[in-house]
């Protein structure tokens, strides 16, 4: 399993960045994907799901302001953050959860005040 994310970058406060994973080695369209995070001095935390017939879920913290989505026809899923906050700062990381199961190398995001 291959995943290759990018997007990352410094942005302002209430701005926007769309995240992108590239998945490879994998049956991508039968998959569960899924987007983590991991800020300093923090456990990395789930935000948002994306099952293989594109229903979603996210994290209470999240909800309303990122969207996940999926395009099977690239093998990628992304990430649209908006109205992003200071507390939003981390490394993001792709992953695909099942049934096959990888993890992306992490893009970093931070969100200035």
């Known amino acids: 399993v291959q995943l290759q994310a990018s997007g990352g970058g410094l942005v302002q406060a209430g701005g926007s960045l769309r995240l992108s994973c590239a998945a490879s080695?994998?049956?991508?369209?039968?998959?569960?994907m899924g987007w983590y995070r991991q800020a300093p001095g923090k456990q990395r935390e789930w935000v948002a799901g994306?099952?293989?017939?594109?229903?979603?879920n996210y994290a209470d913290s999240v909800k309303g302001r990122f969207t996940i989505s999926r395009d099977n026809a690239k093998n990628t899923v992304y990430l649209q953050m908006n109205s992003l906050k200071p507390e939003d700062t981390a490394v993001y990381y792709c992953?695909?959860?099942?049934?096959?199961?990888?993890w992306g190398q992490g893009t970093q995001v931070t969100v200035s005040s």
């Open positions: 992953a695909s959860q099942y049934p096959e199961v990888g």
């Open positions: 994306i099952r293989s017939g594109g229903n979603t």
């Open positions: 080695g994998i049956t991508f369209s039968i998959n569960a």
